[in-house]
């Protein structure tokens, strides 16, 4: 088994910042990507932001300039910094990984974590 464990969500303004993380721990030799992933009621998941095992990054347009990525491969964690946060980036966030155990990549998720910027 494989367990994501998120954190540092919450409620903020407008032009404020937050800082995700999630840890990842559990049946894993190793680990490929990583991501973060963000929906609303009623949407499809978006996106986020994604970071593969050498360090190339890819950021949703709306997030690029403001987001920035990063995992401390030692901890097996990923975080997520935002800045300059606006109303329109309300969301749950879910972290994503993809493991590797025993030659198996596997899929993994988080339990979701509530960002919310008020106006």
């Known amino acids: 088994q494989v367990q994501l464990v998120e954190a540092g969500g919450g409620l903020v303004q407008t032009g404020g910042s937050l800082r995700l993380s999630c840890a990842a721990s559990g049946r894993i030799f190793s680990i490929n990507y990583m991501g973060w992933y963000r929906q609303a009621p009623g949407k499809q998941r978006e996106l986020v932001a994604t970071i593969t095992s050498g360090g190339r990054t890819n950021y949703v347009d709306s997030g690029k300039g403001r987001f920035t990525i990063s995992r401390d491969n030692a901890k097996n964690t990923v975080y997520l910094q935002m800045n300059s946060l606006k109303p329109e980036d309300t969301d749950v966030y879910y972290c994503?990984?993809?493991?590797?155990?025993?030659?198996?990549?596997?899929?993994?998720w988080g339990q979701g974590n509530q960002v919310t910027v008020s106006s």
């Open positions: 994503n990984v993809g493991g590797i155990y025993q030659w198996k990549l596997s899929d993994y």
